[in-house]
């Protein structure tokens, strides 16, 4: 829930400073980069108690991680864009976003489990 809120007042407040042609698809790419940076915190620590030994195993880490999420943010984008195309209005947009969000987390954290954070420290 906290990435998801981060997700989304990050795109708030970026379609609040810049409201051009691309205003909505700069909030999505912005919201899902500081969803993917507090997730990445967040799950390592929190949900999979993961502590990497050296930064590089860290980066090593984070890049899988965030190709795991290639797709998951595909089905999220997915949703949000879906739903504004259908419905219309910021409210209808970010329903999908939660929606997305909601079904693309649990499926990453399946992806994650197997293939990011297999070896669990503790």
């Avoid at 708030?12 to 409201?19: G, Q, R």
């Avoid at 999220?76 to 195309?85: D, I, R």
Wanted: net charge positive; proline share 0%.
């Amino acid at each position: 829930m906290i990435a998801t809120l981060i997700n989304l007042l990050t795109q708030e407040t970026v379609v609040s400073i810049y409201s051009g042609d691309t205003s909505l698809y700069l909030a999505m790419a912005v919201g899902t980069l500081a969803g993917l940076l507090s997730k990445y915190s967040l799950d390592k620590k929190f949900i999979f108690r993961f502590s990497a030994n050296s930064q590089q195993e860290d980066l090593a880490k984070f890049l899988v991680y965030g190709l795991t999420g290639i797709a998951t943010t595909a089905l999220f984008w997915s949703f949000e864009l879906g739903f504004e195309w259908l419905a219309g209005g910021k409210i209808a947009r970010y329903i999908g976003a939660v929606i997305g969000l909601s079904i693309g987390y649990g499926v990453k954290y399946q992806l994650d489990k197997r293939y990011v954070f297999s070896r669990q420290d503790g």
